[in-house]
């Protein structure tokens, strides 16, 4: 992990600044054995897929290598287009009939310049965390320099009387639960912050994001319309450093500079890898392929799984392969999903039988302990989607349970992540960890091999499961589920 900004003062435990008291080591993790009838799925091994996580997140290191600020898997970049060679390769190697189909972009947001300083009396200092979220109004060409102001979660009652016209505003935000739906955001309409704010005539809004360390964070989510001013984040030590110089009554000024670009005419592409089966039916395997920053969650760890899931039933005879599979390595899920909406108007899918969305498959439990952020050798419960007949839902259900794939006991009503477009088109299934990510924190030290072991074999289940059911009874009719109600 790249080490970010530190402060002199400490706040707590946290990330990454402490990762070498945080880190747990793969090997600390609980290992549950197979049980009777689970054999075959003993060549799933975490390690080895985490290894392809790496690989993959050491090209987006090369986008920070090479300077940029807006890093990893960009889609549209140099990064992505070698991210995405990766997985043509790899499933090549793999002995999967590969194809290309070429993808126009619309204009890609791209911020190019970032300066931030701050002034307290006589002292002065840069602030290394500071980072734009997605899509967000660049400032002037000047920059804006601005007195700081503090208001709290930025809540109706915190700004009661406040006069913010003209001022940065420090907002306190808090994941609820994960970084891109964080308190202060208008998308997680929890306290509407953004709107508050600008409609108050702030110049700036810095959500101080509330995880113990020094971490970046690019939640998505930026105040749109006319009315809309630059919004960013800043990491909770320099944050809160910001608020004890404003709570020892010092005037504090912040200094910020943020150019963009539109990038025009921009092209990607979506991969579509077949390993043919014993009918034409298709189980479609769904990964997508871009990230911010490392993305070794999100989504390396889903674009690793989709790998060795080709691995494990390349491996075998076609004969014992009942139906085909088709790995779908789609690009722009952060962007606008241009990818995704290509693959619906131009693929067949009156032949897929069953759809996974491979994405999030593992992730370090975390705790707030006090002051400190802590790990545990435990893996992270996630949110968890599933269509179809109740017997798949079952099917899906049991499989999580029998693998230990520790999931919400409310699934989702709609499937979220790039699954949701899909879903009319076949039953399909997922799983999704959503608490560490759009962020320099999700790193492959955090997303632990057996987790990714335990995922890819509950997939595995299901599908060897499914192959002896028909479409009908895979699709069958479309009930309540229970657990809505």
Known sequence: MRPGAKVEKTYGIGLPRDMDRLLIPDSEYPVYPLKPG???????????????????????????????????????????????????????????????????????????????????????????TMFPINETKATPAGGITADVVWVGVGAAPDLEGRDLKGKAVLVYSTFVPGGRSHSA????????????????????????????????????????????????????????????MLAAGQRVRLSVRLDIEEREGLKTENIYATLPGMSDEQIVVVTHTDGFFQGAMDNASGMATGIDIARHYA??????????LVFMALPDHHHGEAGRTLAIKTYDWSKVALILNAEHTSQTLLYMYNQDLVTSNAISARRWYVSGSPALQQLVRRSFQDFNVSVYRIPERNAGGSLGALTPFAPAFHIIDHV????????????????????????????DEANRMTMAELKGVKLPNPLLQ
């Open 315 to 324: 491996a075998m005879p076609r004969e014992q392969r009942p139906r085909t």
């Open 436 to 463: 560490i990510y759009h962020t320099t924190l999700d790193v492959p030290e955090l997303v632990p091999a057996v987790g990714l072991a335990y995922s890819e074999r509950a997939f595995l289940k299901v599908f």
């Open 38 to 128: 689970q054999e075959a799925y003993a060549d799933v091994d975490g390690y080895r897929i985490k290894e392809t996580i790496k690989k993959i997140t050491a090209i987006s290191l090369q986008s920070l290598d090479a300077g940029e600020l807006y890093w990893g898997r960009i889609p549209g970049t140099k990064y992505h287009h070698v991210a995405m060679d990766f997985m043509a390769a790899e499933y090549a190697h793999l002995g999967l009939q590969v194809r290309r189909q070429l993808v126009d972009m619309t204009p890609l947001w791209y911020p190019t310049k970032l300066t931030a300083s701050y002034a307290a009396g006589t002292k002065t200092g840069t602030l290394q």
């Open 185 to 244: 955001s208008d998308r997680a309409g929890i306290f509407n912050s953004d709107t508050l704010v600008t409609k108050a005539g702030a110049a700036m809004i810095i959500n101080v994001m509330a995880v113990p360390g020094n971490a970046q964070f690019n939640p998505e989510g930026a105040p749109e319309g006319p009315d809309a001013i630059p919004t960013l984040t800043i990491s909770q030590d320099e944050g809160f450093m910001l608020r004890d």
